[in-house]
Structures are given as C-alpha cells and as structure tokens.
C-alpha cells in the first residue's frame, strides 16, 4: 500500500447521547455530530492539502447506514470530496447488537439479567441474541479492508464507518493482538490516518 487510508466514525448521533446501542439500526446525528461532521471535512482538507493530494482524486468508501450517510455528506462537503452511490459497502456496517439493538445498558440488563456481564468477560467472542460478536465482524472487515488496500496501491482512500467496525479495521490494519483492539478509542472528533504499518490519529477541533 503506497497511498493513507484516512479511516472515520460518524458524528454524534441521539443514541449515543442517550447511550442506546445501535447496530444495524440507527438515529440523526445530534447538532454537535453534525459540528463534528464539519469540523473532520475541514481537517481532511487541511489534511489532503498537507500530503499534496487533491480532494478530487480521493476515492470515498463508507457504510450504507444513515448515520454514516449524514456525516459523510457534511464532510464531503467541507473537503470538497466526491462520491456516489457506488461507494457504500455493507461490510462497513456497524456491527449488529442484534435484539439488543435500540436498547441502553439498563433495558438490556433487565430483559437479559447478567447478559452484559457475561459479555465484558469475553468481548470478543460474545455474541448477544441475533446479534454479531468480535470475531464475526472481523471476518468482513477483512475483506472489506483488502480491497481497500488494494485500492490505496493507486490512490488515497477515504473511509467512513463507525465505532465497533472502525476499531477492527485499524487492529486488522496494525495487525494489533485482540486485546488492543478491543481497547482502542472511538473518536468522533477526530479519525485515523493508516499508512506504512502506523495509525496517527488527526484531531478535528470544531471552531
């Protein structure tokens, strides 16, 4: 891979605010994510700008969930990239919380009693109800990241995904044991550049 791979998470949206899992299903952006959205298009383009690339010439890869629609229609616009249809790939999907989806730690914990214990000893291969574990998402974002590889030998890549599925992918990328990946942050005022075998965060302050 010659080229970065500047990998994202969504904004903020009104599940995160009120904790609620999201999986496979989704909620807007809140105001701040939508200031989020903004402020990391802004950093891309500084970013892009820095690193000698047009925005024109950066191919956009993202997930095909609604929240991930919104903030990459913010950001593009403010780093001036394009993008069409052809550019969502479900395996960039969240991973899913299954019967869990929509739900806060609370609800999940009184209709499943010691469901979420159970999980936090095993992170990475608890699978909630109907759900996807670790090890699972991993599988796609494999195959996902592959391609997106490939594509980076030629130009640099764009990738906007989210908080469970961006960790796996910068783990696979550094090829980090399950542990780190498990630990890794999930920003939303910031994103990743992954090239050569490193991941620098780049912060995205809003003004």
Not at 81 to 103: I, K, P, V
């Amino acid at each position: 891979m010659h080229h970065p791979i500047y990998l994202f998470r969504h904004g903020e949206t009104h599940w995160n605010a009120e904790k609620r899992a999201q999986g496979h299903l989704d909620s807007p952006l809140t105001p701040a994510g939508r200031a989020q959205a903004h402020a990391m298009g802004r950093a891309l383009a500084e970013e892009l700008r820095l690193a000698g690339y047009e925005p024109a010439g950066v191919i956009v890869r993202a997930s095909p969930l609604g929240r991930v629609r919104e903030t990459l229609a913010i950001a593009a616009a403010a780093a001036g990239l394009s993008h069409d249809d052809d550019c969502f790939d479900h395996r960039l999907r969240e991973m899913s919380w299954g019967d869990w989806d929509g739900l806060t730690g609370v609800e999940i914990e009184a209709r499943w009693p010691g469901a979420m214990a159970a999980r936090r000893l095993d992170r990475w291969h608890y699978q909630p109800p109907n759900g996807e574990n670790y090890l699972m998402a991993a599988e796609r974002a494999r195959s996902a990241l592959e391609e997106i590889a490939a594509i980076a030998a030629e130009r640099p890549v764009v990738v906007f995904a989210h908080g469970g599925i961006g960790r796996v992918l910068r783990g696979l990328f550094l090829a980090a044991p399950q542990s780190e990946i498990l630990g890794m942050d999930q920003p939303q005022d910031a994103f990743y550049r992954l090239h050569r075998s490193t991941a620098a965060r780049i912060d995205a302050p809003m003004a």
